[in-house]
């Protein structure tokens, strides 16, 4: 049985720091390994604008991500 073909290009529809499924502004950003991680566009502009690449998802979300205490 078919459960309906999402086009989903990386098999991830979620971004990695808020958990934001909202396919509209889903985007994608490079580690600094050079892997791609998918953000929504908001987590893809302030990763672009911190000083650094995240060498991994934890330390994305400590960079871009906001802090809950
Ligand atoms: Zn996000």
């Known amino acids: ?7 989903r290009r990386d098999g ?5 720091v808020c958990g934001s ?5 889903m ?3 490079r580690l600094l390994e050079g892997e791609r ?3 929504c566009g ?3 502009v ?6 650094a690449i995240a060498k ?9 991500g906001e802090r809950r205490n």
């Open 1 to 7: 049985m078919r459960m309906g073909t999402l086009d």
């Open 27 to 29: 985007s994608s950003t």
């Open 56 to 64: 991994s998802v934890d330390e994305l979300k400590n960079m871009v």
């Open 37 to 39: 991680v998918t953000v």
């Open 46 to 51: 302030a990763h672009h604008r911190s000083e």
């Open 21 to 25: 499924t909202d396919l509209r502004s």
């Open 12 to 16: 991830a529809g979620a971004c990695v």
């Open 42 to 44: 908001s987590h893809k």
